[in-house]
């Protein structure tokens, strides 16, 4: 069974930068071709934010693009969130998933494992 920790969250100002880090362990290694980072603001739908293969090819959400970058290291078993140019509007609790599947497209939640969540605090 794959286990999912994120860490690195916490409060900035607007304009500001944080960095997220997701470690996976267990599992076999197969189980995390895909990882992704998604977020859910109070009241809101669980949204995808970036998604990285094994390979390193990535997707990013349009209100992301330009500000957040994502990678992954395989030897480490990580993935990393890059959040710059921070806006009162990423201010939610950030989750770390893994999958199998190659297309990896940060819009499907079908994922097979999930992390417990960092949550980011961004103020104007």
């Known amino acids: 069974q794959v286990q999912l920790q994120e860490s690195g969250g916490g409060s900035v100002q607007a304009g500001g930068s944080l960095r997220l880090s997701c470690a996976a362990s267990?599992?076999?290694?197969?189980?995390?071709?895909?990882m992704a980072w998604y977020r859910q603001a109070p009241g809101k739908e669980r949204e995808g934010v970036a998604s990285?293969?094994?390979?390193?090819?990535?997707t990013l959400a349009d209100s992301v693009k330009g500000r957040f970058t994502v990678s992954r290291d395989n030897v480490k078993s990580t993935v990393t969130l890059q959040m710059n140019s921070l806006k009162p509007e990423d201010t939610a609790m950030y989750y770390c998933?893994?999958?199998?599947?190659?297309?990896?497209?940060?819009?499907?939640?079908?994922?097979?494992?999930w992390g417990q969540g960092t949550q980011v605090t961004v103020s104007s």
């Open positions: 990285i293969n094994r390979l390193g090819t990535t």
């Open positions: 998933a893994a999958s199998s599947d190659w297309s990896c497209d940060y819009r499907s939640l079908l994922r097979d494992h």
């Open positions: 267990g599992g076999h290694i197969g189980s995390t071709v895909c």
